[in-house]
C-alpha cells in the first residue's frame, strides 16, 4: 500500500524520540529519516520503527491514525505529584544533609542547617501535593535548592546580615502541570540559595534533539533538490508524470 506524507511524518517523530531516548545514534538517525522521507510504500517505512518502541507505549501500526501520546517534561508531571512523601524534613548540625534523586518532597518540608549545609534538588523528584511549602532556616550555614526550570517555584524567604534568594538560571518556561513549590524561610549570618538548573542528562538530550534537528533540515533539504516527497507544510509529495 502507498505511503502517505502524514505517514512518513509518524515514522519521522518515532525516530526523533529514539535519538532523544539514545536508542540511536546520529549516523543511524540519519539513514533511516532519510529513507523515511523517501519511502513510498508501508513495506518500507515499517522496518524503521519495528526495534523502536515509542516510550512509555507500543508502536502504532503505520497505518494507525491514532494520536502521538504526549512526550516530554508536560507529560511527565502529572505522574510526579500525588506519592506519598519519603522525607518532609532535613537537619545539619557540624554537618550536612541533601535530598536528591528519586524521592518525594512532602507537602511541607523543614530544611535546618546550623554550622553546616543542606542540598535539595527537586529536578528528579516526585511530590506528596500540587501545593509545596519549603522552609530554610539557615545560621552561620548554608542551604542550597536546585529546581528544573519548568517547576513553578516563589522564592519568599528572608536574610539577616546574610543571603536568601535565586542565583543563576538556565533559560526555560515554567508549565501549568507543573506543581507550585514556595521556599520561605530565614538565612542569619548565612545563606539560602535557588538556582533552577537542568540535568546532565537532560541537557544532553536537548543537545541531541538540536543535532537532531539540524540533520532533518538537511535531509528535507536534499530531498527537496532531488524531488522526493515532501512531508514539509503543504509538500504533497512528488507527483508522478504520466
Not at 523502536?52 to 502521538?68: E, K, R
Not at 519549603?134 to 545560621?139: G, K, L, V
Not at 530531498?223 to 508524470?241: A, F, H, I, N, S
Amino acid at each position: 500500500m502507498r505511503a502517505s506524507d502524514a505517514e512518513r511524518e509518524r515514522i519521522a517523530e518515532l525516530l526523533r524520540e529514539a535519538v532523544a531516548e539514545g536508542r540511536l545514534e546520529m549516523d543511524e538517525f540519519e539513514q533511516r529519516l532519510e529513507t523515511a522521507y523517501t519511502a513510498r510504500t508501508h513495506g518500507e517505512l515499517e522496518p524503521l520503527v519495528q526495534d523502536l518502541p515509542a516510550p512509555g507505549t507500543a508502536v502504532a501500526p503505520v497505518g494507525s491514525s491514532a494520536p502521538a501520546p504526549l512526550r516530554g517534561s508536560a507529560a511527565n508531571w502529572p505522574a510526579r505529584i500525588g506519592s506519598t512523601a519519603t522525607s518532609k524534613g532535613g537537619f545539619a548540625l557540624w554537618g550536612g544533609f541533601n535530598r536528591k534523586g528519586r524521592w518525594t518532597v512532602g507537602r511541607k518540608f523543614t530544611a535546618f542547617a546550623m554550622w553546616g549545609g543542606g542540598e535539595i534538588d527537586l529536578r528528579e523528584a516526585d511530590f506528596e501535593d500540587r501545593e509545596v511549602v519549603i522552609r530554610c532556616i539557615a545560621i552561620m550555614g548554608g542551604i542550597h535548592v536546585t529546581a528544573p526550570p519548568e517547576l513553578n517555584v516563589d522564592v519568599r524567604g528572608v536574610g539577616i546580615m546574610g543571603g536568601f534568594g535565586e542565583g543563576p538560571n538556565e533559560d526555560g518556561e515554567t508549565v501549568p502541570e507543573a506543581p507550585r513549590v514556595t521556599i520561605t524561610g530565614l538565612a542569619l549570618m548565612g545563606g539560602v540559595g535557588v538556582e533552577r538548573k537542568r540535568t546532565k542528562a537532560e541537557r544532553r538530550r536537548l543537545k541531541e534533539a538540536e543535532e537532531a534537528a539540524e540533520i532533518e533540515r538537511a535531509v528535507r533539504a536534499r530531498q527537496r533538490l532531488e524531488g522526493g516527497p515532501d512531508t514539509g507544510p503543504g509538500g504533497g509529495g512528488r507527483k508522478e508524470l504520466g
